[in-house]
């Protein structure tokens, strides 16, 4: 792939700007970050993005040095990002708080809500080794707000893994998760608490106590839900 062309200046940032700033480019590398490293992955977190777009985007980052293509155990490609790219972490971090703090109310704007996209990163943030007991364990999800045929999701944990279900896998689930798609966006990104949304009616999980109670411990949050905790406007990054 031949070099693009560029800013042609010295300075750093117009550099950095012609890999990084390519539409899409950031949440690719979002993607990577967040542990995803095969091609059909990285897609179901950006639904809204081509596969040709997609597969176009990585050759570009591999061409940069940012992303490296290796065969997997299954003996299929995957993509992993390179020194250069883990090192990305904190400038992708650092954008995710800058928008905590100061575009947080356009979020949950209606068409920025995705029920597929939110379970997808629900399911790759959960804490499997905190679930309740070894056995399989079945957690529904219902929500508001959206087209019939996305209203309910079911996340399967086995031993190893945790599936995500579009269709009902046939087990009955052992916790039934009810909610609004904008409500559990706002948990996610970590605008607003479990014990608030389960207070005041927002959020209603049904199960077994000891269900119920481990909810919490497995159910993580989003990447910039340490940013999402503070007042809007109030966010001061931590210097290194």
């Known amino acids: 792939m031949s070099e693009r062309k560029g800013y042609a200046q010295f300075c750093p940032v117009a550099l950095a700007t012609e890999i990084l700033a ?83 109310h356009k979020m949950v704007e209606p068409r920025n809500l995705d029920p597929d996209l939110l379970m997808w990163d629900i399911r790759r943030s959960v804490v499997n080794e905190l679930r309740p007991g070894a056995r399989r364990f079945v957690a529904e999800f219902r929500l508001s707000g959206v087209p019939a045929s996305r209203r309910r999701y079911w996340l399967v944990f086995e031993p190893d893994l945790v599936d995500l279900c579009y269709k009902d896998p046939g087990f009955d689930p052992d916790l039934l998760i009810e909610t609004s798609l904008e ?41 910039f839900a340490p940013a999402g905790r503070r007042p809007a406007g109030q966010i001061e990054l931590e210097a290194e």
């Open 22 to 104: 390519e539409r899409w480019t950031p949440l690719v590398i979002r993607e990577l970050l967040s542990g995803s490293v095969r091609f059909n992955d990285l897609q179901r977190g950006l639904p809204r993005m081509s596969s040709a777009l997609l597969a176009r985007r990585l050759k570009e980052l591999e061409f940069a040095g940012i992303v490296m293509r290796r065969p997997g155990a299954s003996g299929r490609g995957e993509y992993h990002l390179t020194p250069a790219g883990r090192e990305l972490l904190p400038i992708v971090e650092s954008m995710g708080a800058w928008a905590q703090r100061w575009l947080r």
């Open 183 to 223: 409500v559990l966006t706002t948990i996610w990104l970590g605008h607003l608490t479990i014990g608030t949304a389960l207070d005041d009616g927002r959020l209603v999980i049904e199960g077994s106590r000891r269900d119920v109670a481990a909810f919490r411990s497995w159910f993580g949050l989003s990447l």
